[in-house]
């Protein structure tokens, strides 16, 4: 089953939503060109909210729709960047750290109430929220300069400088690409290329005009201004933001293993083993402690102490604080149980159920006769705060796993698997190739099994993720987590904006789509909303929410316990922005009732379709 767009809004449709749509600003730090990309498809083709996309890029030069080649004068990679086509309009500009990229993926209104967009319009709208926001910064000599697209100083002098490149894709009523603005870009970058393939004008920054201001301070500036212009009225706004931070050296993409660090602890090998011995037992330093000295346990590791200060987290319910009776899982040991426990001792695979510690082990393996597949290892490459999952230096991959997995799978008489794996940043492919074969096992084993994969971002790697959606699981499914503001204190080795771009390609693929949330690290039910909608607006058909439990001392800490009519909000208000399924209750998990949610979301599909 697939999903398919809806139509695009007609003018009268387009009036009448105008007042109450909402305006969804987010500021989602460094960003690659794309899965920036790869976001605003997702939120231009399925979202029916506005967005502004608010980012900075790594060094790449684009190239617009009439961009001519002989404008890039050197060879990228030897300057640090990437090349890369792209969809909008223009010629050949350069992104990169301290320019302030903008995208804004709106409902543009029609001429004159019809129903084709005012381009001309729009780009002006588009260049006056540059011009205003440099105004308020203190740089006033700015405006247009006949002929030449973009925002400029001095326009009118005889030496006009371009502060601000504007390039915009308009189809059916809606914007993408949008603004670039420098603030405090290495200026060097541009004199690889002729900018916008203009060669007799110079290019100029905030900073280069004497204005200090920090990134931060641009961005508040600027999503005021936009707030002014493009949601009036009191119409709905909304703003969610990763952690500011500033760049640690080594810190950015580096697999945890990569550190010698577990899950919020560093992690030293046994004195008699090599450090890259895969037999090496994990050996904790003396951590810290939470609470007096008659009762402290070990606690979370500095870093992930000050990650959790940088998102605003202080605090939390102390380890031994007693559960509520609504997290107390029924224990259920029948012979449904021990049959599946028995199965997956003989062909020695792992699950999931047993290595993160799910509540619901015995309600699933006993009941539902169902478990997730953990492949690729039991060794994960990352440390996320809330996982209980083996961080040590990951082994040789096994490559009789998949056809163990398929014979579990046809021995159970599964008719939905459920599949996912560690994170392998180690392996050039990133595992997927193990998890395609997975899946390709499982159908020819057992012809008419649905197959669900619980996938990594992969990195964000095309290739990777293009060999695991080739596969054709019935259903694709990869978490975001945490809200945006979170992300980083949860799962420093991956980003908001990847996951969801992960979410928009899979969709893109004609997957049915599914990610999940944990709640309860002192996220808002204002903030789980806002992920909702994002979730949504790249398509996404299920949902899952849970609460989140502490595995170990060392472990992000539990902010709050959220009630079980909580819960019920959160569903709620994710299939009212158009969810086709949200499982979301105290212990669900991103596997729990996965069969009943893919079946129901199936049916809403179906029902979309014929009402749309």
């Known amino acids: ?69 002989e404008h890039v004068l050197v060879d990228p990679a030897s300057v640090g960047a990437e090349l890369v086509p792209t969809d909008r309009g223009g010629d050949v500009t350069y992104h990169g750290p301290g320019q302030l ?117 641009v961005v508040d500036v600027l999503a005021q201004h936009a707030i002014a212009r493009w949601a009036p009225d009191g119409r709905p706004v909304e703003r969610a933001d990763v952690v500011w931070r500033s760049p640690r050296a080594g810190d950015d993409d580096l697999a945890p293993f990569s550190r010698g660090e577990g899950a919020g602890t560093p992690v030293r090998r046994a004195a008699d083993h090599g450090p890259d011995e895969p037999g090496a037992a994990p050996v904790a330093p003396p951590p810290l402690v939470e609470g007096p000295p008659e009762t402290a346990v070990a606690g979370p590791s500095l870093r992930l102490r000050g990650r959790l200060a940088e998102a605003g987290v202080a605090g939390g319910l102390a380890v031994r604080d007693r559960k509520p009776d609504w997290l107390r899982a029924p224990v259920r040991l029948g012979p449904g149980v021990r049959r599946l426990e028995q199965t997956v001792r003989d062909l020695g695979l792992v699950t999931v159920c047993e290595e993160a510690g799910c509540p619901n082990r015995s309600e699933c393996w006993g009941d539902d006769g169902t478990a997730t597949f953990m492949i690729n290892g039991e060794r994960c490459t990352r440390a996320c705060g809330f996982c209980l999952v083996d961080t040590r230096r990951p082994e040789p991959l096994d490559p009789t796993e998949p056809d163990r997995v398929a014979e579990a799978v046809a021995r159970m008489g599964l008719g939905f698997a459920v599949v996912t794996t560690v994170a392998r940043d180690d392996l050039p492919d990133e595992g997927a190739a193990a998890m395609a074969a997975t899946v390709a096992a499982i159908h020819a084993r057992t012809p008419g099994v649905q197959v669900e ?78 992920t909702l909608a994002d979730l949504a607006g790249v398509g996404v058909d299920i949902v899952t929410i849970g609460q989140y439990l502490r595995p170990t001392s060392h472990h992000l800490p539990v902010h709050r316990w959220v009630t079980p009519a909580q819960f019920d909000e959160y569903r709620r208000a994710g299939e009212s922005m158009g969810l086709a399924h949200v499982e979301s209750s105290p212990l669900t998990r991103s596997s729990y009732h996965a069969r009943q949610a893919s079946a129901a979301a199936g049916t809403a599909v179906e029902d979309t379709r014929v009402t749309a």
């Open 101 to 217: 990229v903008g995208y804004p993926i709106l409902t543009v209104p029609g001429k004159r109430g019809g129903g084709m967009a005012d381009t001309v319009a729009y780009v002006r709208s588009v260049e006056q929220l540059v011009i205003d926001t440099l105004a308020s910064l203190g740089l006033t000599d700015v405006g247009r300069l006949r002929d030449y697209p973009g925002v400029w100083v001095e326009p009118n002098s005889s030496a006009p400088r371009k502060i601000a490149a504007i390039g915009v894709r308009l189809t059916r009523g809606r914007s993408m690409h949008g603004f670039a603005l420098n603030v405090a870009p290495d200026m060097a970058m541009f004199g690889h290329i002729v900018p916008c393939g203009i060669a007799d004008k110079a290019v100029t920054s905030l900073a280069e005009e004497g204005i200090d201001a920090s990134m931060a301070e």
């Open 453 to 530: 994969v619980l996938i990594s971002d992969c990195r964000g790697r095309r290739d990777a993720l293009d060999t695991i959606f080739a596969s054709r699981p019935e259903v694709l499914n990869h978490n975001v987590e945490t809200v945006p503001r979170l992300q980083r204190a949860v799962r420093p080795s991956a980003g908001y904006a990847r996951s969801l771009s992960v979410l928009a390609r899979a969709k893109d693929a004609g997957l049915v789509t599914k990610s999940g949330l944990v709640v309860g690290m002192g996220e808002t039910d204002d903030e789980v909303a806002a």
């Open 1 to 69: 089953m697939s999903t398919v767009p809806l139509p695009p809004l007609g003018p009268t449709e387009q009036r009448e939503r105008a007042s109450s749509r909402p305006l969804r600003l987010r500021w989602l730090g460094t960003v690659p060109y794309h899965e920036a990309h790869a976001l605003q498809h997702g939120l231009f083709t399925h979202g029916r909210d506005d967005w502004l996309l608010l980012l900075e890029h790594p060094h790449v030069y684009t190239l617009g729709a009439s961009a001519s080649t």
